[in-house]
């Protein structure tokens, strides 16, 4: 195997128990994207295991894998277009997110045909402009006091909680709350109110409620280094380590010009190694020497441009690296996710999200 993920699911359920041990609210494990490039199913189960009590997707095809593999926890997913199937969405007690009249509905009109109640959670735009109620509100709050539908939840996503000393979360929280008066209003009481992603989850106690959807801060990373501090300081404890092989070990004399373009250039004689992986397998192209690869703890920058399939790195001359032996890209013992993020101009979500699938997991 010339490369491989690990990932550690006593690390999952240690950052779980991190996040229940500062709230007492429910937690919900938001595993979409392939819970974060680290396996939709292991982690869900691990999660559940450890203590989280709802999973939450983006996809409803997402939604579907966790029921397929027989989880029977409460699931809800918050990104479906108003063509999505949800007949058969409704008939997997999959929850749905209503962030428009119109999906209201069409998901009032599945329940009808499916004779099932549809469990939905109202999501409203607080500030995010994103996702969520916002121009409809008022004709909203007209029809979904007589809506053939079950409010389980009423819910919002907060655009800045990572800065945690940014006032406009607490804005976001008052119109939230304005918006919840009113839907009390007009007879509806959702169950359960969310609000806190993984920042508000470590940062803002008041803004738990009765669920925080936990993503990043799950996977052991923090949702804002420059704001929150690396997830160490977070008492979180990263889960994914990224392993690949040597194709090759080579000595090349001062003053070659590696890779594509020809952009680094060896200043002495040295030995390099080229890492069997690529741009295809989610190394970021644009990476800069920042970034690079660990072989027994010592590290090896990246020289020149990020290829297709390889890279090349800088082992030193003394090194005692030889073809085909393993090196550690980013993880346990290496350059943590957070350089590579900083190396490529990016964060640490789309470093891990982006690991692509033709890179097994292989679960620890
Ligand atoms: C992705 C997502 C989360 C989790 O965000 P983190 O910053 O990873 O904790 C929570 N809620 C919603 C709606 C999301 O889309």
Not at 216 to 221: N, P, R, T
Not at 300 to 324: K, N
Request: proline content about 4%; overall charge negative; charged content about 20%.
């Amino acid at each position: 195997m010339r490369a491989h993920v690990e990932i550690n699911l006593k690390a999952i359920a240690a950052n779980i128990e991190r996040a229940k041990n500062s709230t007492t609210a429910n937690v919900l494990a938001v595993v979409k994207a392939d819970a974060y490039g680290h396996g939709l199913v292991p982690v869900a189960k691990a999660a559940l295991n450890a203590g989280a009590s709802w999973l939450g997707v983006a996809l409803v095809e997402e939604a579907h894998a966790l029921r397929d593999a027989g989880i029977t926890a409460p699931v809800i997913s918050w990104l479906t277009p108003i063509s999505e199937d949800f007949d058969a969405a409704i008939k997997a007690n999959i929850d749905l997110a209503v962030p428009s009249l119109a999906h209201l509905v069409v998901i009032e009109e599945a329940g009808r045909r499916t004779g099932i109640k549809p469990r939905v959670h109202i999501e409203i735009d607080t500030g995010m402009t994103r996702g969520g109620l916002l121009d409809e509100w008022a004709d909203f709050l007209k029809v979904i006091g007589g809506a053939d539908v079950h409010v389980v939840g009423a819910w919002t996503h907060f655009a800045r909680a990572d800065e945690p000393l940014e006032a406009f979360t607490d804005s976001q929280i008052e119109r939230f709350e304005n918006a919840l008066g009113e839907l009390r209003g007009v007879g509806i009481n959702p169950e359960i109110i969310h609000l806190s992603n993984s920042a508000a989850s470590l940062t803002k106690v008041g803004a738990h409620k009765d669920l925080v959807r936990l993503g990043i801060a799950m996977y052991g990373l923090s949702p804002d280094v420059t704001h929150m501090g690396a997830g160490e300081s977070l008492n979180l404890q990263p889960a994914m380590t990224l392993k690949a092989k040597l194709h090759l070990v080579k000595s090349v004399p001062a003053g070659s010009a590696v890779g594509y373009g020809g952009t680094a250039v060896t200043g002495t004689a040295t030995k390099i190694g080229i890492v069997a992986m690529g741009y295809s397998d989610g190394i970021p192209r644009n990476t800069s020497s920042a970034a690079g690869v660990s072989f027994k703890g010592q590290r090896a920058p990246i020289l020149g441009r990020v290829s297709m399939d390889q890279f090349v790195v800088d082992l030193g001359i003394t090194s005692e690296a030889v073809t085909g032996d393993e090196v550690t890209v980013f993880g346990e013992n290496g350059y943590s996710v957070d350089e590579w993020a900083a190396a490529a101009g990016t964060i640490n979500y789309e470093i891990v999200t982006r690991i692509a699938s033709r890179v097994p997991r292989i679960y620890g």
